[in-house]
């Protein structure tokens, strides 16, 4: 693994305005570049409290429909898009876009997905654990927001679970049982860095997703996961399919010294990390359409779609609060 932790004077413009990338990290096919705020201030951003410790399950009321609280009495949530509620016995659940709730606010919310076809019973407060779904999956589960009906999401896991050839079936646990130790190791080898409040992703060299916090306290919740179920998934699958890591190889002709090696590792190291930040500075400044009006200063949520790219933003003013953007790996 390759990592560093600095983060550069280089501000992004565009969609990612207010953001500033850190140093490469690496494992696999897997590349990261940190994300973090250019103003440390924020501009409230801290009135958001993390998910992991306030998002709340409080009932199914039925297959499809979950009701959810922010726990906490002051301060706002925004739920990241695709999360997911893991629990023995019950059939686990995930949503299919970004909630925002209030302090205290409860939410039912009736265009959520069952992501375990044939297991019954129906997830109970308080005894879930959480994931965000594979990037495979994302693109669809984006596209069926708004809509009802609880196996909608079924086909789509069936042929996500065919690439990583495994048996049939509406059922996520079915790649994630076999694959979770290996997944784990995204959590222990990306390391989360003071400050950080997102990260640019890339597979096999090729950027597939950009997310953003409104703070570190979120990211320190959110990113782990993100690493381990959303991108390092989507690593692996890349890896099943023979892609190769785009990565340069060092030049050693007229090597003098071990100092003279580490300088070159390091020149290199800073190369694929420039080429990496063109490629996140060019995604930025595509004319993206972000209904409603800067002026607003209430949060609001962004519908995000440019080619191959889908997602969601929540944002207050000019400032971007939240941002989950993906596009699939093509294997």
């Not at 076809?117 to 589960?141: C, D, N, T, Y």
Request: charged residues 20%; hydrophobic residues 40%; aromatic residues 8%.
């Amino acid at each position: 693994m390759i990592k560093q932790s600095k983060p550069s004077q280089i501000t992004f413009p565009g969609l990612l305005k207010g953001l500033v990338p850190g140093q490469l990290q690496s494992w696999g096919l897997l590349d990261v570049i940190p994300l973090f705020l250019a103003n440390e201030a924020g501009n409230g951003r801290s009135r958001f409290v993390s998910p992991l410790e306030h998002l709340k399950l409080v009932s199914v009321p039925t297959y499809g429909t979950l009701t959810l609280q922010n726990a906490s009495k002051s301060g706002a949530l925004i739920a990241p898009m695709h999360i997911g509620f893991f629990q023995p016995g019950a059939q686990n659940h995930a949503t299919s876009r970004v909630l925002l709730f209030g302090p205290g606010e409860t939410l039912t919310v009736k265009d959520a997905f069952c992501i375990q076809a044939s297991q019954g019973g129906l997830l109970q407060e308080a005894q879930q654990r959480f994931i965000v779904l594979p990037l495979g999956l994302r693109k669809a589960a984006l596209a069926a927001r708004g809509k009802e009906g609880y196996s909608r999401l079924w086909r789509d896991i069936d042929g996500y679970n065919r690439r990583y050839g495994i048996a049939r079936g509406g059922h996520l646990e079915r790649f994630l049982r076999p694959y979770f130790h290996r997944l784990m190791r995204f959590r222990h080898t990306l390391e989360l860095l003071p400050g950080q409040v997102g990260a640019a992703y890339f597979v096999a060299g090729n950027l597939v997703g950009v997310e953003v916090a409104p703070n570190v306290d979120y990211w320190q919740d959110i990113g782990p996961i993100l690493n381990i179920y959303c991108y390092g998934a989507a690593a692996l699958l890349a890896e099943r399919h023979q892609l190769k890591a785009q990565r340069h190889v060092v030049d050693l002709e007229g090597l003098a010294s071990l100092d003279d090696l580490v300088q070159r590792l390091a020149e290199d190291r800073q190369l694929q990390a420039t080429e990496r930040i063109d490629l996140v500075r060019a995604l930025s400044t595509l004319p993206w359409k972000q209904p409603g009006s800067a002026a607003q200063d209430r949060p609001r949520i962004v519908n995000l779609a440019q080619g191959e790219w889908s997602g969601q933003a929540v944002r207050e003013g000019d400032d971007l609060l939240y941002l989950s953007l993906f596009r699939d790996i093509v294997v």
